[in-house]
């Protein structure tokens, strides 16, 4: 993989990019929360490269080898700054090849937002268990005092509380990312809650997502509600959604896995041209 580097907001933001021979286009992959990009280099990017899509990685703020307190980030609009960024590196990198974004989780969050709020020239979105709506209601004292941290101390992290078994009904999986030195269970206010309100919002605003997207989601789900994404689906016009029937939140290391790859390369290989 060959590496850059890009600066925002003071800080440095790792990436990376694995081209096919004869690329037919390129896409970007954003991570989740709490994980980074190398965690997509054994199951997802072998897949989109036999596609014939350049794939172009990034560790986001407060995550992996890029710069910043683990789990905090200046803002959400900094996070689709961030995006943009790689986009343009991207464009840069692949030009003249039509573009397509990749998101996983807090990545589906982001892809789908940066899609119906910025005027950007993708031509598709494969978006996997999208962090629109948490699949537990957090307890409300939880939730008024990280409104009033978010005012005070925005920076300070604590616990997540989520159970890394949720991602996977296979428990090697779940002990891989238990392991991986660059995981981690810490999250700021000024990382979660405006997460969680740019979820909503993409969902009360479907309607306005111009760019045909691909949705994924596992009914068994214990942290992301798929309902939320069936929500979402139901509102926009240029959608397609699969059900993994009883899959936990990270299709690409679940059971499912070798099905959810073939979907999406199917669903990609009709669309580049």
Known sequence: ???????????????????????????????????????????????????????????????????????????????????????????????ELPLYLYGHSMGGNLVLNVAIRRSLDIRGLVVTSPYLRLAFDPPKWKLLLGRWMLHIMPSITLPSGLDPKGISRIPEEVEKYKTDPLTFDQVSPMYSLPVMEAGEWAVQHAADLKTEALLLHGTGDPIIDFRATEELHKGATGTSLYLFEGAFHELHHDRCKEELLSIVQKWLDARIP
Do not use: W
């Not at 199951?43 to 014939?52: H, T, W």
């Not at 080898?65 to 995006?83: F, I, Q, T, W």
């Open 1 to 95: 993989m060959e590496e850059f580097q890009l600066k925002a907001f003071g800080l440095k933001i790792r990436g990376g990019y694995l081209r096919p021979e004869r690329p037919r286009g390129s896409v970007v992959l954003v991570h989740g929360f709490g994980e980074h990009s190398g965690r997509y280099l054994e199951s997802v990017a072998p897949m989109l490269l036999e596609c014939g899509l350049a794939v172009v990685l990034y560790d986001n703020i407060g995550h992996g080898k890029s710069g910043g307190k683990r789990g905090h980030c200046p803002s959400y609009e900094a996070l689709l700054d961030v995006l943009e960024m790689v986009v343009a590196k991207t464009k840069n990198l692949f030009p």
